[in-house]
């Protein structure tokens, strides 16, 4: 890969070959991908990106780590749409806002992007089957893609999981292990089932490549307003690898001299879930938290990116913000109404942290501010209908339906 230098451990600075069955630091720690940026600088441009018909996320492959012959797989990720919002914005009270819709994506989530990088490069490594752990986004996306690119799938998830998520898993084909235990179990459990049969790991905790995938919805929204760098970038925070990503996404353009800004971050966690933020506010190194949110997507005590997304807090000048399960209902009423955008509640989780942080005036007024929607709320309908409420029952009688409009336009 010519645009790759190496990979290098984020705890101790050993570098590695950028070979695509990588995972961890001998220390333990997590790797990252180290580009060329004089090499990319040289032989691409904003113009070329532009120049593109393929528009999915590998439009970027001058920022990814594929070699040069390896075939793009089938499924079409990313290249989601990025919606302005100047009602909202206006409800907010800032200068412009836009919302990027990444729940549609062929698995209704942003996670297709590090699934799509991870069967990328378990094709170009050989192997036949591919696995991970996950609370049921990284499952389902995992479990579409490999479907789609003719790779086996072995996935652990807990078994809270919502049944949209597994159903997508069998549809898809995956051997499915509903593991009764947390999410810490269930990761456990993966690595070792891993390690025993030889299969690619998809674990962003192990797998420094997914991230790369992750990281071009940030490429995108920065090609999507004109290479011009919103002042905030809001999301919801989990395992921490999507929030790195994005990082590590506008710091690429950033530092190939595609765009001349960086934004700062907003990181919103469940005040009940929060373990990534309460160590960016404290100052102290992370420790696990009880896993305790209907957002189950972002429902993680034992962060295993917990390092490279504080980092990309800090590194930002970030804010994290910390939000209760009723103001992420709150979210999926309000960007649904106000936006026509349905999110699950992890979706929009990043939604809920801008709203407060807006409310409590933390926000200033002229500032440009992107919020991501990282899934799509069909994946858990009964908490859709929790943020929603019932609908009218009533019997086929034209006078009884008139009381009922009357009585909801009094």
């Known amino acids: 890969m010519k645009n790759v230098k190496y990979l290098k451990c984020i705890k101790c600075g050993k570098e590695y070959e950028a070979l695509p069955d990588a995972t961890t630091c001998e220390c333990g720690g997590i790797l990252d991908v180290v580009y060329d940026y004089d090499y990319i600088k040289k032989n691409f441009s904003p113009a070329d990106i532009e120049a593109s018909d393929n528009y999915t996320m590998w439009r970027y492959r001058p920022f990814?780590?594929?070699?040069?012959?390896?075939?793009?797989?089938?499924?079409?990720?990313?290249?989601?749409?990025?919606?302005?919002?100047?009602?909202?914005?206006?409800?907010?009270?800032?200068?412009?806002?836009?919302?990027?819709?990444?729940?549609?994506?062929?698995?209704?989530?942003?996670?297709?992007?590090?699934?799509?990088?991870?069967?990328?490069?378990?094709?170009?490594?050989?192997?036949?089957?591919?696995?991970?752990?996950?609370?049921?986004?990284?499952?389902?996306?995992?479990?579409?893609?490999?479907?789609?690119?003719?790779?086996?799938?072995?996935?652990?998830?807990?078994?809270?999981?919502?049944?949209?998520?597994?159903?997508?898993?069998?549809?898809?084909?995956?051997?499915?292990?509903?593991?009764?235990?947390?999410?810490?179990?269930?990761?456990?459990?993966?690595?070792?089932?891993?390690?025993?049969?030889?299969?690619?790991?998809?674990?962003?905790?192990?797998?420094?490549?997914?991230?790369?995938?992750?990281?071009?919805?940030?490429?995108?929204?920065?090609?999507?307003?004109?290479?011009?760098?919103?002042?905030?970038?809001?999301?919801?925070?989990?395992?921490?690898?999507?929030?790195?990503?994005?990082?590590?996404?506008?710091?690429?353009?950033?530092?190939?001299?595609?765009?001349?800004?960086?934004?700062?971050?907003?990181?919103?966690?469940?005040?009940?879930?929060?373990?990534?933020?309460?160590?960016?506010?404290?100052?102290?190194?992370?420790?696990?938290m009880e896993e305790n949110t209907l957002a189950d997507s972002i429902s993680v005590g034992v962060p295993r990116n917990a390092d490279k997304a504080i980092n990309a807090i800090i590194e930002s000048g970030g804010i994290p913000v910390e939000v209760t399960d009723d103001e992420i209902l709150e979210a999926m009423r309000v960007t649904g109404r106000e936006c026509g955008v349905f999110g699950e509640p992890a979706g929009v989780t990043g939604m809920a942290g801008l709203s407060k942080l807006c409310r409590e005036g933390k926000i200033p007024a002229d500032a440009t501010v992107v919020a991501i929607v990282t899934g799509n709320g069909l994946k858990d309908t009964a908490n859709g209908i929790k943020a929603a409420g019932e609908p009218i029952k009533l019997e086929p009688d034209i006078d009884k339906f008139r009381k009922v409009y009357e009585e909801l336009n009094k």
């Open 64 to 288: 990814l780590p594929v070699e040069e012959e390896t075939v793009q797989p089938p499924l079409r990720v990313g290249w989601s749409p990025l919606y302005e919002e100047p009602r909202m914005a206006e409800k907010l009270g800032i200068r412009k806002f836009w919302l990027k819709d990444d729940g549609l994506n062929p698995t209704a989530s942003l996670k297709d992007r590090a699934s799509s990088m991870g069967v990328a490069k378990a094709i170009e490594a050989g192997y036949d089957t591919i696995a991970c752990s996950s609370t049921g986004n990284a499952a389902s996306s995992l479990a579409g893609n490999a479907a789609a690119a003719g790779l086996k799938t072995y996935i652990f998830v807990p078994e809270r999981a919502p049944i949209g998520k597994v159903a997508q898993l069998l549809i898809f084909g995956a051997t499915v292990i509903s593991v009764k235990g947390n999410y810490e179990e269930t990761f456990e459990l993966s690595k070792d089932a891993i390690n025993e049969y030889g299969w690619y790991n998809r674990n962003a905790a192990i797998n420094c490549y997914l991230m790369e995938g992750k990281k071009t919805v940030a490429l995108e929204i920065a090609e999507q307003l004109g290479w011009k760098i919103p002042d905030y970038v809001a999301l919801s925070v989990g395992d921490g690898c999507t929030i790195a990503g994005v990082w590590k996404g506008f710091k690429d353009l950033y530092e190939a001299g595609f765009t001349d800004k960086l934004p700062k971050l907003i990181s919103v966690q469940s005040v009940n879930t929060c373990p990534i933020n309460r160590a960016v506010r404290t100052g102290e190194p992370w420790e696990p």
